[in-house]
């Protein structure tokens, strides 16, 4: 059973960045995909940014290209997602997610599943 632990939310200023990181309890996470999704309240949970198991392949959300990137340290057993020019519709509960195989975008296709950790932008 992979056990996902997420950190680095916190509340930050419209425009600013944040690095959320998720680590992964039991290797080997170098044969998944990782994912991340979001939650905003009263909202559906939606796929934000993917990466393919050795980091190679990454994919992103229209709303978030060029302002987010994902990426993994296989070493560590851990993936991150580096948050820049923040907006306030970025507010939401971030969750990381991974399945064995491709990225997909669809939340059903990911196996396991991390706690979320909040992200609140001002404006």
């Known amino acids: 059973q992979v056990q996902l632990v997420e950190s680095g939310g916190g509340l930050v200023q419209a425009g600013g960045s944040l690095r959320l990181s998720c680590v992964a309890s039991?290797?080997?996470?170098?044969?998944?995909?990782m994912g991340w999704f979001r939650q905003a309240p009263g909202k559906e949970r939606e796929f934000v940014a993917g990466?393919?198991?050795?980091?190679?392949?990454?994919y992103y959300a229209d709303s978030v290209k060029g302002r987010f990137t994902i990426s993994r340290d296989n070493a560590k057993n851990t993936v991150y997602l580096q948050m820049s020019s923040l907006k306030p519709e970025d507010t939401a509960v971030y969750y990381c997610?991974?399945?064995?195989?491709?990225?997909?975008?669809?939340?059903?296709?990911?196996?396991?599943w991390g706690q979320g950790t909040q992200v609140t932008v001002s404006s």
């Open positions: 997610a991974t399945r064995p195989g491709a990225i997909l975008t669809g939340r059903s296709a990911y196996s396991y």
């Open positions: 990466i393919s198991w050795n980091g190679g392949i990454t």
């Open positions: 039991v290797p080997p996470l170098s044969s998944y995909a």
